[in-house]
């Protein structure tokens, strides 16, 4: 890898992680505003968890393979910033949806532009940072998950409380539009004297043969499954279950979201290089551990009879649930070779999002759904902690794949 200037690699990841955070800040608001965009649109559990799953998933994951490719061949950093002006763009269009079909073609292009988002950056990352202090790098990154989170709570609370729901999704929508020229501007790709990537038939030979590239993948799809659904729903089970308003439910599960979910996320890229300097299976360990703790938490968390119990409970749920990002990306990343890392990525992104982001929003709102002539209005919260049970099998097949990762890791795919 060339080496660049000391400080530009802090920059460049500094710059991916603000592109990041208005990633899921876009996509966390839209949980937050649940109850009121329900009651204006008149949209039922199954309806809203398609809006925030299935719709946002279909095109997300199907879309970041190509987008990947594309990055390899042409420039990462020019494909991060064009797909961060399109999904901006899509999610100022929310603002404007009057019916359940509008807001479904809205959350569509929403995904069209965040699949381009992710497995550049991932790459890029990697290009500037050497294998031993990758998975810091990457935890820094997916620190824009719960500071997306976090910030999507908030911020969709307030303004939708001083103004409307819909002024939230314009406010927001323009941010990102702005931002995608000065990243463009200021982050470049890592010039190397690599050959150009391979066909992307032969990226997808490769993996065919990495039994832990599909095992880890699948394992991270199960827990998203999970984690997806919480992320869209736990706000409505704040309202409907502690009975909680709007912006009470915002600082409650912003707190949780801010603490534990940066703490987690880091921890997990620490502890995976740390460790994974003489093991590379601990880059799995780590997240079987997490998840299989994760469990009661987050059960005995949404159970608890008082906030003052839940909020540690539900903080250890946050932080261990998301645990995996820095560790499996990683894993990924030195699983193939340089010129296929965005390709490779898209791939193991798709399989996340379409079972993870595509069925467990959803799954959750239909669940819930079915459950509320018996339980009323604890349905969801129901459906929440049943669902918990994907991370049990996220983690079997994570330590499944611990073997094969330690065969196929190679300290460094630079070249």
């Known amino acids: 890898m060339t080496a660049a200037r000391p400080l530009r690699p802090r920059l460049v990841l500094g710059l991916l992680l603000v592109g990041y955070i208005l990633n899921f800040l876009d996509r966390q608001m839209l949980g937050i505003l649940a109850e009121p965009i329900k009651a204006d649109l008149k949209l039922s559990d199954a309806q809203f968890g398609a809006i925030g799953g299935l719709a946002f998933a279909l095109l997300y994951a199907v879309l970041g393979i190509p987008l990947g490719y594309l990055a390899d061949r042409t420039s990462r950093s020019g494909v991060i910033a064009a797909s961060l002006a399109v999904w901006s763009g899509f999610t100022a269009l929310c603002g404007a949806a009057g ?95 690599r050959p150009a990537p391979p066909p992307i038939s032969q990226v997808f030979a490769m993996l065919r043969q990495k039994t832990a590239f599909w095992l880890l993948a699948f394992a991270s799809a199960a827990s998203s499954l999970c984690g997806y659904g919480l992320a869209l729903w736990a706000p409505s089970v704040m309202m409907r279950s502690f009975h909680l308003d709007l912006l009470t439910t915002a600082m409650f599960l912003g707190s949780l ?71 499996l990306l990683t894993a990924v990343q030195s699983l193939v070779p340089a010129t296929m890392r965005s390709t490779a990525t898209g791939c193991f992104l798709m399989i996340n999002s379409l079972i993870g982001l595509g069925v467990g929003p959803l799954l959750m709102g239909r669940i819930s759904d079915a459950l509320k002539a018996t339980y009323g209005v604890d349905s969801l919260r129901d459906a929440a902690v049943g669902c918990t049970a994907f991370y049990l099998l996220a983690a079997g097949l994570v330590l499944l794949g611990m073997r094969s990762l330690r065969r196929c890791w190679t300290a460094d795919h630079t070249v």
């Open 99 to 193: 019916s359940f079909a509008q807001l479904f073609a809205c959350r569509l292009g929403v995904g069209i532009g965040e699949a381009g988002g992710v497995a550049p950056a991932a790459a890029l990352i990697a290009d500037y940072f050497p294998p031993e202090r990758r998975a810091r790098a990457m935890a820094v990154y997916y620190l824009g998950v719960p500071l997306g989170l976090a910030g999507g709570t908030f911020m969709g609370a307030f303004i939708a409380h001083a103004i409307n729901w819909r002024a939230a999704f314009w406010i927001m929508g323009l941010a990102g539009v702005l931002f995608a020229p000065i990243l463009w501007l200021v982050v470049r790709d890592v010039p190397t004297s």
């Open 257 to 327: 979201l801010l603490i534990g979910g940066c703490s987690g996320v880091f921890a997990g890229g620490w502890l995976a290089d740390r460790l994974g300097r003489a093991d590379p299976g601990w880059y799995a360990k780590l997240p079987a551990i997490a998840w299989l703790i994760s469990i009661p938490a987050w059960g005995f968390g949404l159970f608890a009879p008082s906030l003052w119990i839940a909020w540690p409970l539900l903080l250890v749920g946050n932080a261990l649930n998301i645990l995996w990002l820095g560790p």
